[in-house]
């Protein structure tokens, strides 16, 4: 959906296995329930899922209601410091794949994990949004040079 861009020509070879990680780390999500229960297995798959771009993108995956992988989707894309996150694009997405639960997930391009008071607000948004539907919000995780879970943190 979105091109990756690079500095050094071989992040592209690393590009490619993390790539190749986050498609084996969905692979286990499909067939073990527990994969994306975990935070420590699904904050390694969405740090390889959205490592390596320059601007913030917002994703979702999106889950049954054993909370196995249904789909990973990419949403919105922003700019180096910012992604406009629409709450209705996000129910539609739900109710295109008939998910039960989903969660979130964004970059912070400067490396910075820590949310933003606008991260929280969103999520409070979506969470409310998404609850009128009795979809449940399992967490919301930040990465940066590490991952920061919403649910770890007790924001949700």
């Keep these: 959906m979105h091109e990756k861009t690079y500095y050094f020509s071989g992040l592209a070879t690393a590009d490619r296995v993390l790539e190749a990680a986050a498609e084996i780390l969905a692979e286990r999500s499909t067939t073990q329930s527990d994969a994306l229960c975990n935070t420590k297995a699904t904050k390694a798959f969405v740090a390889c899922k959205l490592h390596g771009y320059e601007r913030e993108?917002?994703?979702?995956?999106?889950?049954?209601?054993?909370?196995r992988l249904i789909e990973f989707k990419e949403l919105f894309l922003g700019t180096i410091d910012a992604?406009?996150?629409?709450?209705?694009e996000v129910v539609k997405a739900v109710l295109a794949v008939n998910?039960?639960?989903v969660i979130f997930t964004h970059n912070h391009?400067?490396?910075?994990p820590e949310p933003s008071?606008?991260?929280?607000?969103?999520?409070?948004?979506l969470k409310d949004a998404l609850g009128l539907i009795d979809v449940r919000v399992?967490?919301?995780?930040?990465v940066g040079d590490t991952c920061v879970s919403f649910a770890e943190r007790g924001y949700l």
């Design 117 to 125: 008071q606008a991260d929280k607000n969103i999520t409070t948004r």
């Design 57 to 67: 993108v917002f994703a979702v995956l999106l889950l049954d209601n054993q909370h």
């Design 83 to 88: 992604a406009s996150v629409y709450p209705r």
């Design 99 to 101: 998910a039960a639960a």
């Design 109 to 112: 391009p400067s490396g910075e």
């Design 138 to 142: 399992l967490d919301h995780i930040v």
